[in-house]
């Protein structure tokens, strides 16, 4: 039983050693290997405490048996005790009246022991008389007392008859007397045995009582401080199983979004696969879009057209192209140093500048840069004045121009310029 309890105490402590496991990582994130480990781990202990629980109920129930049978047993003791303490009681009784009837029959015998001195001695009064007379001495009462005589005679044969009767009576009650002090005695030998070995088994019943007694209060007492343990240990349990219920949900919303993550990474496996499918695309159009872009590159370095020029003349001629004699860059060949002109050798879009310097004081220009028709597509103006001899203007634009047709820069009026800070140039920006 002890160890049952010492068990029971033992395995309450593992329990709830059990109970502080570790259920996060270093991180601070739910350690899910501990928390299923908990668990089991809570399980285990709920089914062994009830296994425990159910072989201290039966031990118990085992121990009160045996208090009910010893109690039995002590009853079926007492109810002896008090038959044998009844029998000696009348044994008393039967001895006290016994005692009373002999003293009774004492007395009787004294006062007849008592009558018979009486007559005794009024026989020895009449033997003396009756001797007198035999020698002789007759009264004058002797014829009296004869009467007497016989009648004391008489009365002393039946009191010798009635004390014989009365002594033989007592002898008979001396025989029942020692007969039934001898049968008293015996009683009392062996009640006095009977109780000295009820006692010593009352009182071995009783410490074995009392032992049994101090036993079942112990276990009573260890049975409700394990109930004890048991109801917090359950209530423990019911806390962690809500926390674990907690932790179920958490687990399977984890795992519910787990299965979303899965789902959605197996959309996205689709997409990249999709994605790869469609890079592929474009990196096939990409490559067929670089060998078109390569062929559209050499077709451009094919077809590339710009030019720069310098050195106008000075002064300049009014209305008519400026004659740039030093070409800088002409791809494409449509610049004239014998014209001033550009020609388009390719129709498209194109981009043209000029920039020319003035070297005159209290003096004005004004050029254009003009296309075929007599098109002006841009304009520059500059002035000087009394304290500024030197100044420069400049003009940009952006045409289309047909193939075959003609750019050049003129001026309103003749001027002198410097002709190392004066050019003119343009582009072909795209081809139609």
């Given amino acids: 039983m002890y160890v049952t309890v010492v068990f029971l105490c033992a395995l309450l402590v593992e329990c709830l050693s059990g109970l502080i496991l570790p259920m996060t990582k270093s991180d601070g994130s739910a350690d899910m290997t501990s928390l299923l480990n908990h668990v089991s781990l809570l399980e285990q202990t709920l089914t062994s405490l009830q296994a425990t629980t159910s072989q201290v109920q039966s031990e118990l129930h085992a121990t009160k048996k045996d208090l009910q049978a010893a109690q039995s047993q002590l009853q079926t003791t007492v109810n ?246 030093t070409i800088l860059y002409n791809a494409g060949s449509g610049y004239s140093t014998n014209t001033g002109t550009f020609t388009a050798p390719v129709s498209g879009t194109y981009i043209f500048w000029t920039h020319l310097a003035l070297t005159r004081a209290n003096t004005n220009m004004s050029f254009d840069i003009v296309k075929s028709g007599g098109v002006i597509m841009a304009n520059g103006y500059t002035e000087t004045d009394s304290s500024i001899d030197e100044t420069d203007a400049s003009a940009i634009t952006v045409t289309h121009l047909d193939k075959g047709e003609e750019t050049w820069v003129q001026v309103a009026f003749s001027r002198d310029i410097y002709p190392s800070s004066s050019y003119f140039g343009g582009a072909l920006l795209s081809e139609d």
């Avoid at 009635?162 to 039934?180: C, E, F, G, H, I």
């Fill in 80 to 325: 002896d005790l008090q038959a044998t303490r009844t029998q000696l009681q009348s044994s008393d009784t039967r001895q006290q009246l016994a005692a009373a009837e002999i003293s009774s029959l004492k007395k009787e015998v004294s006062s007849l022991k008592a009558e018979l001195r009486s007559t005794s001695d009024e026989l020895i009064m009449v033997k003396t008389q009756v001797g007198d007379m035999a020698h002789g001495k007759i009264h004058d009462s002797v014829h009296l007392n004869q009467t007497l005589l016989d009648s004391i005679s008489h009365d002393v044969k039946l009191n010798a008859a009635q004390v014989n009767a009365v002594a033989t009576d007592v002898k008979q009650l001396n025989k029942q007397l020692n007969l039934m002090n001898s049968t008293v005695y015996d009683v009392k030998t062996e009640g006095n045995t009977f109780f000295h070995n009820m006692s010593s088994r009352v009182h071995a019943i009783t410490q074995k009582q009392s032992e049994e007694s101090i036993k079942l209060q112990t276990t009573k007492l260890l049975a409700h401080t394990a109930s004890k343990h048991i109801d917090r240990l359950e209530d423990d349990m019911k806390s962690s199983f809500s926390n674990m219920t907690l932790f179920r949900m958490d687990i399977q919303s984890v795992l519910k979004d787990l299965h979303m993550a899965q789902s959605n990474l197996s959309l996205v496996v689709f997409d990249v696969a999709t994605l790869k499918g469609n890079l592929s695309k474009v990196e096939k159009q990409a490559l067929d879009n670089e060998a078109s872009l390569v062929k559209v590159l050499h077709e451009v370095k094919a077809r590339n057209v710009a030019f720069s020029v310098i050195y106008p003349p000075t002064p300049t001629s009014v209305n008519s192209p400026l004659t740039f004699s």
